[in-house]
């Protein structure tokens, strides 16, 4: 039981360049989530997902894009990456929402952007 | 919309002392309260997660309580160790919306 698995764990990229961050779960959960946290600025949610097929934006949305297409995986996309993507990315899922909704978080994606 | 606030945001203490960390929210109309433990560059780790139906959740030298009326909840860190060293965050999931909205978290370093 792996848990939460995010890939790569580190990626360096020029601005403008695209690329795709792959978070996966083994334990059935219906909801999903990805985080960017930055010094002084705390975990702020990106994008998140209530079940295979659906996405909905969260705080911080501009710039990602996401896919759900199997309930075990979540992709956040960069299409034209900026130096203020520049961040580390997490993964995170939940069997539910509301009351069933505790955490679990993958390791986490380093990204720079130059 | 509901703002979680953690008090203080570091906090340096020597081995061996009790400790209480803060966690308050602005709306007491909550589904649950999750702890987390993140240590420096990796994921952060659930620690108790407390229903709002619960008054506290115990796990080993920690825990945490639950007072919804006030907007507070406190994670207790009994005999702390210099392995406790790291970030806690609280995160709160408020009725209405099943998304949790997260404090900034609390720097711990327990020095020998």
């Known amino acids: 039981n792996a848990g939460v698995t995010q890939t790569p764990k580190f990626r360096v990229l020029k601005t403008g360049q695209s690329m795709t961050l792959l978070c996966a779960q083994d334990m059935n959960h219906e909801y999903m989530y990805w985080y960017r946290q930055d010094p002084g600025m705390g975990l702020r949610l990106i994008h998140y997902?209530?079940?295979?097929?659906?996405?909905a934006k969260g705080e911080v949305p501009d710039g990602y894009n996401v896919s759900r297409l199997k309930k075990q995986n979540f992709l956040l996309g960069l299409e034209s990456a900026a130096p203020s993507q520049t961040s580390v990315y997490f993964c995170?899922?939940?069997?539910?929402?509301?009351?069933?909704?505790?955490?679990?978080f993958g390791p986490g994606t380093r990204l720079t952007v130059l | 919309k509901q703002e979680v606030t953690q008090i203080p945001a570091a906090l340096s203490v020597p081995e061996g002392e009790n400790l209480v960390l803060n966690c308050s929210f602005t709306?007491?109309?909550?589904?649950?309260l999750q702890w987390f433990r993140q240590d420096p560059g990796k994921g952060l780790t659930s620690l108790l997660l407390i229903q709002s139906s619960q008054r506290e959740q115990t796990s080993g030298r920690l825990n945490a309580s639950l007072d919804k009326s006030s907007g507070r909840s406190t994670l207790y860190i009994a005999a702390s160790q210099p392995g406790d060293s790291a970030t806690y965050l609280c995160a709160v999931t408020s009725g209405g919306s099943y998304i949790p909205t997260f404090g900034r978290g609390t720097s711990l370093i327990v020095h020998p």
């Open positions: 995170a899922s939940s069997w539910m929402g509301g009351p069933y909704n505790e955490q679990f």
């Open positions: 709306d007491s109309a909550i589904y649950n």
């Open positions: 997902s209530v079940g295979e097929g659906t996405t």
